[in-house]
């Protein structure tokens, strides 16, 4: 047995981490499984993955070192004996050493120890001693650039082809130009610990230019239509680049219809949504008899063709590059288990999610800045909708639009209980939104 699940300090070093869920306490750690050591401890520096089940599994990559280092103590777990020999333990990924040893494995020539295999796409090789930078925007995984490739640990873990691999291989095969192509992955059995593909050095985060595209107009006291800055015409390529990514699934990616108790069931995975916002939030009473019609009106629609989706597509998940938009990470929420992850759904899921995410952008600028008049906010997100959909050339039918409803309000009710947990100033947006939908 491992002498983490026997002390306290892994434990509590998970418990200070936001991919390990914001608002946790310390969890008591039941099993850590130790991969091969990818360089030797009695040389000085020893590095390996181990995987830790605390709740849920996690990928927590270790270095041990035989002499504290000071430039590393954000990263620092404790000490642990090996062999009778003390050793100073850090996140490897905190670690620009113990980094290099993760990713050497991707070099011409080298593979992984024992139980860990790195998987490289056909002509790609990372140059040996490449310089790696860690990205310190920390969320649900930990990203690494090296050179011009961009690798992501997976950190909450379980088994079977992470959806984010599984999709961008079957994109890059097909020579998708709205992503970034997927160059290799770290595995452990039918585990997956990293992904490695092209990284878009210069592209800006969508979510950061919208909400730029806000702050000009309200710079500028000007309304969204009357301004050359306004992004619109971003907006309607962005649904265009998914209409498109959307169609290359379909492609290479399984597709099927939901009848109508397929469709029953969708109803009720949302019904069960809404039942626990209400309990969890008050405000939401007041919308969940118009929410409960808006769910019935799709279970009395036309058969849904459902297919591979995005999962939790918003602008945070978008690149603009100078040869026009790239949709990432295909890993869909990393809470949700992988069979609600990887489980066909209309597309619907994915417009509404960046419907959302406009509003999101827009509003939260309001809130930052203090403004109380938002009218000029509404028109942004109003006309920016209509680009989105026009450009994605959404189904106008009476099934699609009780779908995307349907979608929006779920996602609105998420973001409820979400912002009421972790960040009670941003409440009103969804509920804002809620009022709009219902």
């Given at each position: 047995m491992s002498q983490w699940t026997e002390r306290p300090e892994l434990s509590a070093y998970l418990a200070r981490q936001r991919w390990f869920g914001q608002g946790q306490v310390e969890v008591p750690i039941t099993e850590v499984r130790e991969l091969a050591w990818l360089s030797d401890p009695a040389e000085g520096l020893g590095v390996r993955f181990e995987l830790v089940t605390a709740g849920s599994m996690f990928n927590v990559p270790l270095s041990y070192r035989q002499h504290p280092r000071e430039d590393l103590s954000y990263g620092f777990v404790g000490a642990a004996s090996l062999d009778g020999e003390v050793f100073y333990v850090y996140d490897a990924l905190h670690d620009p050493e113990a980094r290099g040893i993760l990713l050497r494995g991707f070099a011409e020539g080298q593979s992984g120890p024992g139980d860990i295999e790195y998987s490289r796409i056909d002509g790609f090789a990372l140059e040996s001693h490449e310089d790696n930078?860690?990205?310190?925007?920390?969320?649900?995984?930990?990203?690494?650039?090296?050179?011009?490739?961009?690798?992501?640990?997976?950190?909450?873990?379980?088994?079977?082809?992470?959806?984010?691999?599984?999709?961008?291989?079957?994109?890059?095969?097909?020579?998708?130009?709205?992503?970034?192509?997927?160059?290799?992955?770290?595995?452990?059995?039918?585990?997956?610990?990293?992904?490695?593909g092209v990284f878009q050095r210069s592209a800006t985060d969508g979510w950061d230019t919208a909400r730029t595209s806000v702050r000009a107009l309200q710079d500028d006291a000007v309304r969204a239509r009357e301004a050359g800055g306004d992004f619109?015409?971003?907006?309607?390529?962005?649904?265009?680049?998914?209409?498109?990514?959307?169609?290359?699934?379909?492609?290479?990616?399984?597709?099927?219809?939901?009848?109508?108790?397929?469709?029953?069931?969708?109803?009720?995975?949302?019904?069960?949504?809404?039942?626990?916002?209400?309990?969890?939030?008050?405000?939401?009473?007041?919308?969940?008899?118009r929410a409960r019609a808006a769910y019935a009106a799709v279970a009395s629609g036309e058969p849904v063709e459902?297919?591979?989706?995005?999962?939790?597509?918003?602008?945070?998940?978008?690149?603009?590059?100078?040869?026009?938009?790239?949709?990432?990470?295909f890993e869909g929420e990393p809470a949700q288990p992988l069979a609600d992850r990887v489980r066909l759904d209309s597309v619907a899921r994915d417009v509404a999610g960046q419907l959302r995410s406009l509003d999101y952008a827009a509003h939260s600028v309001a809130i930052v800045t203090g403004v109380e008049e938002t009218e000029y906010v509404d028109d942004w997100v109003r006309r920016n909708r209509i680009a989105f959909l026009r450009g994605y050339g959404y189904e106008d039918s009476e099934t699609a639009a009780a779908l995307l409803h349907a979608y929006e309000?779920?996602?609105?009710?998420?973001?409820?209980?979400?912002?009421?947990?972790?960040?009670?100033?941003?409440?009103?947006?969804?509920?804002?939104?809620l009022e709009r939908l219902l």
């Open positions: 930078v860690l990205l310190s925007a920390e969320q649900s995984n930990t990203s690494v650039i090296v050179g011009e490739s961009l690798i992501k640990f997976f950190r909450k873990l379980a088994p079977g082809r992470n959806p984010d691999i599984e999709i961008q291989a079957a994109l890059t095969e097909l020579g998708s130009e709205e992503i970034s192509p997927l160059e290799g992955w770290i595995s452990a059995g039918d585990i997956d610990l990293a992904m490695i619109a015409g971003e907006s309607e390529r962005l649904g265009h680049t998914l209409a498109v990514v959307h169609e290359q699934m379909r492609q290479t990616l399984p597709t099927a219809t939901w009848g109508s108790e397929e469709v029953a069931a969708l109803v009720g995975r949302l019904t069960s949504r809404l039942d626990q916002a209400v309990a969890m939030h008050e405000s939401v009473g007041a919308y969940a008899d459902v297919q591979r989706v995005h999962g939790d597509f918003h602008l945070g998940q978008t690149l603009r590059t100078t040869s026009g938009w790239k949709i990432i990470d309000i779920d996602k609105a009710l998420y973001e409820v209980v979400y912002e009421s947990n972790y960040r009670p100033d941003w409440v009103q947006i969804p509920l804002r939104a």
